[in-house]
């Protein structure tokens, strides 16, 4: 039976926003280790409600929800996303990385910079027609699915001068971060023993070095998703396309909560309680089971493959420095 999805996709969707809150909790005890920032530490700030605490960022999340679809041991999609379209990195004939993997995804140095130009200068020449006047998302939308439909959720920006003056972009569809309710700081500490001489210096790693360490606690730590929906119906890629976005969200997202939510080695989550993960908007809409999802996957990609660059959905680059 075909998962019903019609609340989200098709001619008689009205919902703008696909809506998430998901509430976690410490796999044991209380604490927690937030995300950190350069010079600033944890993100701490007061809302209406109290005291709130980013545990994680859009940006880290975006790069979970990558990684919950990448097979780390086979260097490949994990195998329900088998076909999907996506950029492969070699480095003489041996797999480097990929447009999932990276950071900046198709803007990746080793796609765009190789010595080896011959996808560049391709991409350049599909991308021409952009380079006077306004740039047509939905054209733009189409030649990002061909390479990689998943950075169509995540956003792209091809800042290369070279490729329409740097101003191919496309804002994140899927956006998503964790943030704690009623935080509270558990300062702890600790010190670095050296038994065989305690008074040696501590810049080269000799002596006793004593050391302190923020934690956190929270009355709530909830896990929000945002699936702009209206931005995939603008992407123009009629019922399949846009189907399989939405499937390939959803899958992100069911995977996530499903899986190992060790964000750092003392921030370890999981969901809490048990039953159905309602959405927000639209209301009485369920995330599917992840075994739902992987039902529906391979025939939506595979009714998207005629619009993909490569056979088996895999464009692959020879990087040279």
């Known amino acids: 039976m075909t998962l019903d999805l019609s609340p989200v996709v098709g001619k008689s969707a009205q919902a703008a926003r696909l809506l998430f809150e998901v509430e976690l909790r410490p796999v044991q005890g209380s604490r927690f280790q937030p ?18 605490l980013l545990v994680e960022s859009a940006q880290s999340m975006a790069n979970r929800l990558e990684a919950v679809c990448w097979d780390g041991v086979e260097n490949a999609l994990v195998k329900d996303l088998h076909g999907l379209s996506y950029v492969r990195v070699e480095k003489k004939g041996a797999y480097l990385t990929s447009s999932v993997t990276e950071a900046h995804r198709l803007n990746s140095p080793y796609i765009l910079e190789s010595k080896n130009d011959a996808f560049l200068k391709k991409f350049k020449e599909q991308t021409k027609e952009f380079e006077d006047g306004a740039i047509s998302r939905s054209k733009l ?3 990002i699915f061909r390479y990689d439909a998943s950075a169509l959720l995540h956003g792209v920006f091809l800042a290369k001068k070279d490729l329409v003056g740097g101003r191919l972009r ?3 569809a899927l956006s998503a971060f964790i ?8 300062a702890s500490g600790g010190v670095k ?8 210096e501590a810049k080269e790693g000799f002596g006793h070095v004593p050391f302190q360490r923020d934690e956190y606690t929270a009355k709530r730590i909830v896990a929000y998703f945002n699936l702009d929906l209206e931005e995939i119906r603008a992407f123009g890629l009629g019922d399949e396309g846009e189907r399989l976005l939405v499937l390939l969200a959803l899958f992100k997202i069911r995977k996530m909560l499903d899986g190992r939510l060790r964000l750092r080695t003392a921030c370890d989550l999981e969901v809490a309680g048990a039953g159905e993960v309602s959405a927000k908007r639209p209301a009485g809409f369920n995330l599917p089971a992840l075994a739902a999802l992987t039902k529906e996957l391979p025939a939506a990609i595979q009714a998207c493959a005629s619009r993909f660059a490569e056979i088996g959905g895999i464009t692959t680059v020879e990087f040279v420095a």
């Open 35 to 52: 995300t950190g920032f350069p010079d600033l530490g944890a993100a701490v700030y007061q809302t209406q409600e109290g005291t709130r």
């Open 141 to 143: 939308a189409k030649l």
């Open 170 to 172: 496309l804002e994140r």
């Open 179 to 186: 943030e704690a309710e009623d935080v509270q700081v558990a």
């Open 193 to 200: 023993q050296d038994h065989v001489n305690p008074s040696g």
